[in-house]
């Protein structure tokens, strides 16, 4: 299964994603003031609510539109 992130100005959208089809979809508010921990809480309590095995997450896809939630990309060459 893959867990796909997408962090948005106003959401963060969760989904855990089989083949083709989506098995869950769960939104987070997000929040400035929130630390990354706040949200690793968030992620496993949204997890746990659906009974996910963490285990069964075999990838990870995130997307974002809002600059400063990006993951840092590689110096340009």
């Keep these: 299964m893959l867990l796909a992130i997408d962090i948005g100005n106003s959401n963060i959208v969760l989904g855990c994603i089989e083949g083709k089809e989506i098995l869950h979809e769960a939104r987070i508010a997000t ?3 929130k630390t990354s921990d706040q ?3 968030d992620v496993k309590n949204v997890l746990s609510l659906y009974d996910i095995d963490l ?3 075999e990838g990870v896809i995130v997307s974002s539109v809002s600059r400063r939630c990006s993951i840092p990309s590689a110096p340009p060459s």
Aim: overall charge neutral.
């Design 31 to 33: 929040d400035l003031v």
């Design 39 to 41: 949200y690793c809480v």
């Design 55 to 57: 285990k069964t997450i």
